[in-house]
């Protein structure tokens, strides 16, 4: 069991397009700000500042695990921008997927492997959901196995996130819960799936196919019809859907759907996270920071 308490430090971080121009003498009258001044950063700029703050973390000599997606990416060029202009020297990146490794290589980013490195010092990626607990939703993408394999060896995970990813609950947003499932049986386990949630109000999954957006949160009738996605271990993916999110014990709900036969693992990240690293809209950067005790479980 873990006992947690979250604290967040704010730290302001100005966008290019949020710096203003001096003011004029009194006598001469201040110019009316540009458009350019007062439009909000882009969703990926927000992005950019989460995973450069994070990257600032990145020591020479460390082993890095490497996330997966959109936000990750920004966090990837950066520790290769930092390798070519020799602020970082013997790093090596434990990928977390086909697609971040790569990604990485293009980068400059030497790879390894959890069977080299078994303990990460420092990873960093993204994460669909974040609650108040700094628990998430990860692998709408996919990776969620290879993400929590190489995460949680990790000596600490950082999260990086703007604060659209911010919900009161897991499941909040009316997305995808991914879990990964053997092809083998797979109606079988969605089935199993669906006992375990019935009764729950606005409760629905789905196999997810290849023509699948795993964020849309409705679905082509047809889609049965359609060749399952495929994750980079050969598995299939059931999206689950909570119209409310997931109330109640989550470690229990996490164990009950490990428990059926033909789950291999699902995208509840709990207790993982050490820091969360929030771009917000106005510029300002808050890291959240997760100290917990543990009885060694």
């Known amino acids: 069991m873990q006992t947690a308490c979250t604290r967040t430090v704010d ?18 009258p201040s110019p009316s700000p540009s458009p350019l001044a007062t439009m909000a950063p882009s969703q990926d700029e927000l992005k950019r500042v989460a995973a450069h703050r994070a990257v600032e973390l990145v020591e020479s000599g460390m082993v890095i695990g490497l996330g997966t997606g959109s936000t990750a990416a920004h966090a990837l060029d950066r520790i290769g921008d930092l390798i070519r202009s020799g602020g970082l020297r013997d790093v090596v990146g434990i990928p977390t997927s086909e697609w971040a490794a790569a990604r990485a290589a293009a980068a400059g980013i030497p790879l390894s492997d959890l069977n080299a490195h078994p303990v990460v010092d420092l990873s960093i990626d993204g994460a669909d959901e974040v609650d108040p607990a700094l628990n998430l939703v990860k692998g709408r993408g996919g990776s969620l196995l290879r993400e929590k394999m190489v995460e949680g060896a990790s000596r600490r995970f950082v999260v990086i996130v703007d604060d659209s990813k911010l919900v009161p609950r897991l499941a909040a947003s009316g997305l995808a ?9 797979w109606a079988l386990t969605l089935h199993r799936l669906q006992s375990l949630f019935d009764g729950v109000p606005g409760f629905n999954l ?59 693992e699902h995208g509840l990240f709990l207790g993982l996270a050490s820091s969360v690293v929030v771009a917000h809209k106005d510029g300002a950067v808050v890291v959240k920071d997760k100290e917990a005790t543990s009885n060694g479980i």
């Open 206 to 264: 789905r196999l997810r196919t290849a023509s699948i957006n795993a964020k849309a949160t409705t679905f082509d009738k047809n889609g049965s019809d359609l060749e399952p996605f495929v994750t980079d271990n050969k598995n299939y993916i059931a999206d689950l859907f909570f119209e409310n999110g997931i109330h109640g014990d989550l470690r229990v709900i996490s164990d009950a759907i490990l428990r059926i036969t033909g789950v291999v």
């Open 177 to 185: 819960v991914p879990v990964e499932i053997i092809p083998f049986g």
């Open 11 to 28: 730290v302001a971080i100005p966008l290019l397009h949020h710096l203003k121009p001096d003011l004029e003498p009194a006598a001469s």
